[in-house]
C-alpha cells in the first residue's frame, strides 16, 4: 500500500514536472496582457486551476497503467508514450510565452494532440478509467490549439516584430 501511494505521488509530480517551464516563462508573459485576444478568451485566473486538475488527472491516469502491469507489455508502453509527451507539453509554454511565437507553438501543439491521443488510447487498452481521465485534458489542449491559433491569427505582424525585437 505504502509502495503504491509513493507511485501515485510519483506520478502526479512528474506529470506536474511539464508544468515547470510555465512557471519558469510566465514573467516573460507580459506580452500575453497586451495582445489581442478572441472574446471568448478565458480570464487568466481560469489557467491555473485548470492545468492543476489536468496535471493530477494525468498523474492518476499514468499510476492506473502502472498499477496494472508496472513497465512491462502494453503498461510499459504506454507509460513511455506518456512520459515522452509531458517534455512536448512543457514546449509549447518556452515557443508560445518564452520566445512569443505563437506560430511555432500552434504547430507545436499539434505534435502534443497527437501525443495525448496516442497516449489515450494506449491508456484506454489497459485500463478505460485511465485513458478516460485523459480525455478532459485532449479537450482542454483542443481549446487551447484552436484560441492559440486564433491569437496568432489577430496579432501576426505585431508578434512577428515583437519576436524580431525579441531576439536580438
Same mark, same amino acid.
Given at each position: 500500500m505504502t509502495t503504491s501511494l509513493l507511485a501515485l505521488a510519483g506520478f502526479i509530480a512528474v506529470s506536474w514536472s511539464a508544468s515547470i517551464a510555465g512557471i519558469v516563462v510566465r514573467p516573460g508573459a507580459w *506580452? *500575453?496582457?497586451?495582445?489581442?485576444?478572441?472574446?471568448? $478568451?478565458?480570464? #487568466?485566473?481560469?489557467f491555473g486551476p485548470t492545468w492543476s486538475l489536468l496535471y493530477t488527472l494525468m498523474g492518476i491516469a499514468a499510476w492506473l497503467v502502472w498499477r496494472?502491469?508496472?513497465? #512491462?507489455?502494453? #503498461?510499459?508502453?504506454?507509460l513511455v508514450v506518456f512520459l515522452v509527451h509531458l517534455p512536448v507539453n512543457t514546449v509549447w509554454s518556452v515557443l508560445f510565452f518564452g520566445m512569443r511565437r505563437p506560430d511555432w507553438a500552434g504547430v507545436e501543439v499539434v505534435l502534443l494532440w497527437s501525443f495525448i491521443v496516442a497516449s489515450i488510447l494506449l491508456f484506454w487498452q489497459v485500463r478505460p478509467l485511465a485513458g478516460a481521465l485523459l480525455i478532459p485534458y485532449l479537450l482542454w489542449v483542443s481549446f487551447a490549439a484552436f484560441l492559440n491559433f486564433t491569437i496568432w491569427r489577430? $496579432?501576426?505582424g505585431e508578434l512577428a516584430a515583437l519576436a524580431r525585437t525579441w531576439s536580438n
Open positions: *506580452y *500575453y496582457e497586451g495582445i489581442r485576444k478572441p472574446t471568448w $478568451n478565458p480570464p #487568466s485566473w481560469v496494472e502491469g508496472g513497465w #512491462s507489455g502494453a #503498461s510499459g508502453l504506454a489577430l $496579432n501576426r
